[in-house]
């Protein structure tokens, strides 16, 4: 869809001013990079433009909006990638490395669709997921905490002795009801969740 988008029609004209500033022709206003990071994503094709010159500078901003991302925070490119990627300037393989990268972007790019879906069938889909998650990580934790039993009132069922003194046999019986409480306690607010967003 972005793809058919960027081919539509003429692209729209961003003039960069001396002092940095970029205005739409289109929309005759003044736009900043996160304008023009919002353009990308929505699929609007654009060229940037030195308005002095009429030089054609849109790699150099889309490469300022890059750095602007990544400098928020928004760690897209792995360092291993970017030390790759410097060694090849200058290399004999430097002319075929963007047609590589725009075959890879681009197929990429029609396959994200279906990565998304494996992606939320991986994870499931939101918060429900998120409580059946929880419910599972509750009942492991549960089953684990059965592997306590013979410290427990019941668990010396067998008749067999562990040679532990009966104080300490009941201070593990009383944390493993706590625990065993507090999950109950947990069960009741996932409960109550569920039947708040149903």
């Given at each position: 869809?972005?793809d058919?988008?960027e081919q539509?029609?003429e692209?729209?004209?961003?003039?960069?001013?001396?002092n940095?500033?970029?205005?739409n022709?289109a929309?005759?206003?003044y736009?900043?990079?996160?304008?023009?990071?919002q353009?990308?994503?929505d699929?609007?094709?654009?060229v940037?433009?030195?308005?002095?010159t009429g030089?054609?500078i849109?790699?150099?901003?889309?490469?300022?909006?890059?750095?602007?991302?990544?400098?928020?925070?928004?760690n897209?490119?792995?360092?291993?990638?970017?030390r790759?990627l410097?060694?090849f300037?200058?290399d004999?393989?430097?002319a075929?490395v963007p047609?590589y990268?725009?075959?890879s972007?681009?197929?990429?790019?029609?396959n994200?669709?279906?990565?998304?879906?494996r992606?939320?069938e991986?994870f499931?889909?939101?918060s429900?997921?998120?409580?059946a998650?929880t419910?599972?990580?509750?009942?492991?934790?549960?089953?684990a905490m059965k592997?306590f039993?013979?410290?427990a009132?019941?668990?010396?069922?067998?008749?067999?002795?562990?040679?532990?003194?009966?104080?300490?046999k009941?201070r593990?019986?009383?944390e493993?009801?706590?625990?065993k409480?507090e999950i109950?306690?947990?069960?009741?607010?996932l409960s109550?969740?569920?039947k708040?967003?149903?």
């Amino acid at each position: 869809m972005t793809d058919q988008n960027e081919q539509d029609g003429e692209p729209i004209t961003i003039k960069k001013y001396a002092n940095r500033r970029l205005y739409n022709t289109a929309t005759s206003s003044y736009v900043t990079l996160d304008h023009l990071s919002q353009m990308v994503k929505d699929g609007t094709n654009f060229v940037v433009l030195d308005a002095r010159t009429g030089e054609d500078i849109t790699r150099s901003v889309l490469t300022q909006i890059i750095f602007e991302e990544e400098g928020k925070g928004q760690n897209l490119l792995p360092i291993k990638f970017l030390r790759q990627l410097i060694r090849f300037y200058g290399d004999s393989l430097q002319a075929f490395v963007p047609g590589y990268l725009d075959l890879s972007m681009d197929s990429f790019a029609k396959n994200q669709e279906a990565m998304k879906n494996r992606v939320a069938e991986a994870f499931g889909g939101g918060s429900q997921a998120l409580e059946a998650m929880t419910r599972q990580n509750l009942a492991m934790f549960e089953r684990a905490m059965k592997m306590f039993t013979p410290f427990a009132p019941m668990g010396g069922a067998r008749g067999e002795d562990d040679g532990k003194p009966a104080e300490t046999k009941t201070r593990q019986s009383e944390e493993i009801n706590e625990l065993k409480s507090e999950i109950e306690e947990m069960r009741k607010q996932l409960s109550e969740l569920a039947k708040k967003r149903d």
